[in-house]
């Protein structure tokens, strides 16, 4: 039985030239980059170098990008270290982030370091920016975060015009970019944003790497202490080869984006197509219009059915991996957080179908062909 892999928002297969890439360097660069020898120096170049691709794709300076262990590592740089470092005491956010996010802010909050509200949003998780600016209007200096696509549904926010907002009040922003980088261009001269994260398994890098970007018109105390890597910023022997692996995946992404954004789109617009001509009672949660929704990402609320938790199951043991679900959420047996914030349906069972540049429109036809078995 061929497998097919539609579950790219959680991880992505890792390219064939980024495994090259880092292999190269497994085998043959094998120095600690703060040793001052020539195997040290070898580790480092390699390090630098890296960041200098990674910044000039971005359109920053390589001083402004710090490597991190991945994009929960620099989300919880980016909050925490700014809101010691400001002493920040109200954070906004909204209720369908990534929990790297969410948690950490919840979890600052139960400290009592900060007060936390929530921006509204509407049904299809569109951040309602008049809000966002009521918010400010009271409490200016606050922390603002929120994802520039969300991972579950899709729904693109519109994070120039966040940065804006942020910037009449003085505020903080961080933007949770993790599903968007690699995958859309990110132009740091001109955007208003504080923070940006990526993690490399999700645009075809390895896992275990990210970078944080700081805006260099602020400066934040480190969250990993023990060394003076990362420009003093965070501590730790530099993960060389994950590294390398981010830069290649990146390059790799800028150089053929606008082609693999058509195919993927493509992918998406016609298992919609299908799915609506097969199962004219499902319905897609978050927005869809290719101006509004992440290219990756299409999640389908099917119709209330008997046996709504075997549909995913039935999907797996049919070589078919996808994820999500309003019954259940990754495995637990707790609903999902983003499908509750947007008032979904929660009888209704809803599946996460994500794409990549290595998906095909017969993965599709497949995978229609097997959930129309599960009896709709």
């Known amino acids: 039985m061929e497998k097919i892999y539609f579950d790219n928002a959680a991880t992505t297969a890792l390219d064939p030239e980024v495994l090259s890439a880092m292999t190269t360097v497994m085998a043959n660069f094998y120095g600690n980059p703060s040793s001052i020898h020539s195997h040290g120096r070898e580790a480092r170049t390699l390090v630098e170098k890296a960041r200098k691709t990674v910044a000039g794709l971005l359109n920053t300076a390589p001083a402004n990008i710090f490597f991190t262990s991945g994009g929960t590592e620099a989300d919880n740089m980016a909050i925490k270290c700014s809101i010691q470092s400001f002493a920040i005491t109200h954070a906004i956010t909204s209720k369908i982030e990534h929990h790297a996010v969410l948690h950490t802010l919840q979890d600052l909050e ?20 008049n809000h966002l600016e009521e918010l ?48 859309y261009t990110h132009d740091l001269n001109t955007l208003n944003a504080h923070f940006i994260v990526c993690a490399a398994h999700k645009l ?88 509004k929704s992440l290219y ?30 309003s019954a259940c959420s990754s495995g637990s047996n707790i609903g999902s957080h983003v499908l509750a914030g947007i008032n979904s349906n929660p009888n209704r069972p809803s599946i996460r179908f994500s794409f990549s540049k290595f998906n095909t429109m017969q993965e599709v036809d497949i995978v229609v062909k097997t959930l129309l078995k599960s009896g709709f």
Request: one cysteine or more; glycine letters at 10%; aromatic letters at 6%.
């Open 110 to 129: 139960k400290q009592g370091i900060i007060s936390l509200s929530f921006v509204h949003i509407d049904d299809k998780g569109n951040v309602d920016l």
């Open 296 to 325: 990756t990402v299409l999640n389908v609320s099917f119709p209330e059915m008997e046996m709504a938790d075997m549909l995913l199951f039935n999907l797996d043991i049919n070589g078919i991996s996808a994820s999500g679900g």
């Open 204 to 291: 075809h890098g390895p896992k275990g790497v990210g970078f944080l970007y700081v805006n260099p018109k602020i400066k934040i105390n480190p969250l990993v202490f023990g060394g003076a890597q990362e420009r003093n910023m965070r501590g730790g022997t530099e993960n060389i080869y994950g590294i390398v692996g981010l830069a290649k995946a990146l390059e790799l992404a800028y150089a053929d984006m606008d082609a693999h954004k058509q195919h993927i789109q493509s992918l998406k617009s016609y298992m919609m197509q299908q799915l609506k001509l097969h199962i004219p009672n499902c319905y897609f949660n978050g927005e869809t219009d290719s101006d």
């Open 136 to 183: 400010l209007n009271t409490k200016p200096r606050s922390l603002v975060s929120l994802m520039q696509a969300n991972n579950e549904i899709g729904t693109l926010t519109d994070i120039q015009a966040v940065g804006e907002i942020c910037q009449a009040h003085n505020a903080i922003f961080h933007t949770d970019t993790v599903q968007t980088v690699g995958h």
